[in-house]
């Protein structure tokens, strides 16, 4: 079943995932803090997971269609539930007072904003979703490996982010912390966090409009309709 273009996609997911981890390490980052200053390292990470991330989808658009599984019926209807959520998560995410973002936690407010009242990570958790929404769906290995490792690598990496946030920036995630989540909506359901709706108007609007024109053009981009029938 492993092809040349499998296994190419395969080291592809293997890059892209284990370096964000490797990168982000405690004892790497510090070593490459050093040695290129702060400004330095982040545009030469970016470019790195960028060019991982090119290479990852250029392999899966290579892949040959190797299937493991008949997608159920059911299967079909999974991204139509999930994905207007990992939509709205994503719009909501891109705003530029994210509290947790380089620097950010030292000047945390009480009230984190909009959706990031929600969990803390939500453009992890839109991708966490987008992934597991397009597993059962497809059916083939190569779908497996890029939904699969793209899945890995964002639903551990909202604990591993916590936990370097705790690290650099105690007091301020304390705070912070004190008043959301990471997984979406735990904080509200415990009575610590508060909303307010003038918020999640604008993100909920743009992020089930991004869904339904994606939908809409999905056969076109993709190959394939994502509508049951």
């Known amino acids: 079943m492993f092809t040349r273009s499998l296994t190419e996609l395969l080291l592809a997911a293997l890059v892209f ?3 964000h981890f490797l990168l982000s390490a405690e004892p790497v980052r510090k070593r490459l803090v050093a040695r290129l200053g702060e400004p330095r390292f982040l545009g ?9 991330f090119a290479w990852l989808v250029l392999s899966y658009v290579r892949a040959p269609h190797a299937p493991l599984w008949a997608a159920p019926g059911w299967a079909r209807y999974v991204p139509l539930l999930l994905m207007p959520i990992a939509f709205v998560l994503l719009a909501g995410a891109l705003r530029p007072d994210n509290p ?3 620097g950010a936690l030292a000047r945390a407010k009480d009230r984190p904003p909009g959706f990031f009242a929600v969990t803390r990570h939500p453009f992890l958790w839109a991708t966490t979703l987008w992934a597991i929404a397009h597993i059962p769906a497809n059916g083939d290995a190569a779908s497996l490996i890029l939904f699969g490792g793209i899945l890995l690598l964002a639903l551990p990496g909202t604990f591993v982010l916590d936990a370097k946030l705790a690290r650099r920036y105690p007091d301020g995630f304390a705070r912070l912390g004190r008043a959301t989540s990471n997984v979406p909506l735990a904080a509200a359901f415990a009575g610590r966090a508060s909303f ?12 089930l409009a991004a869904f339904l024109v994606v939908l809409y053009l999905h056969r076109w981009l993709f190959g394939v309709s994502p509508l049951p029938g």
């Open 17 to 19: 995932t284990g370096g």
């Open 44 to 52: 030469a990470y970016s470019i790195v997971m960028l060019a991982a």
């Open 100 to 102: 947790t973002s380089v």
């Open 196 to 207: 307010a709706v003038r918020d999640f108007a604008f993100p909920v609007a743009i992020g």
